[in-house]
């Protein structure tokens, strides 16, 4: 098992940013992956970042070029810092991990204004 804890959020105006964090119970590095993702009010959840085990990175369309995912093995924690924010980026953001079942933190709002 794995517990996750994000941390991070905030409000911010449109064109700035925010760093997320998550701190996992265990090794990061004997993940299979870990990333991001991200649930507006009324919207279904949506993938936003994802590094795998070997330090790949995937982002969706909406932010790349924007958002960057980075993990740190001796903290055991992944990053997803966030630029250029915009208020459609305003959404819930959870990260999950992936090992023998897939984790779930609680969550971190992130709202940005206009």
């Known amino acids: 098992q794995v517990q996750l804890v994000e941390s991070g959020g905030g409000l911010v105006q449109a064109g700035g940013s925010l760093r997320l964090s998550c701190a996992a119970s265990?090794?990061?590095?004997?993940?299979?992956?870990m990333g991001w993702s991200r649930q507006a009010p009324g919207k279904q959840r949506e993938l936003v970042a994802t590094?795998?085990?070997?330090?790949?990175?995937s982002y969706a369309d909406s932010v790349k070029g924007r958002f960057t995912i980075a993990r740190d093995g001796a903290k055991n924690t992944v990053y997803l810092q966030m630029n250029s924010l915009k208020p459609e980026d305003t959404a819930v953001y959870y990260c999950?991990?992936?090992?023998?079942?897939?984790?779930w933190g609680q969550g971190t709002q992130v709202t940005v204004s206009s």
């Open positions: 999950y991990a992936v090992t023998t079942g897939s984790y």
């Open positions: 265990r090794s990061i590095l004997s993940l299979n992956g």
């Open positions: 590094i795998g085990r070997g330090g790949s990175t």
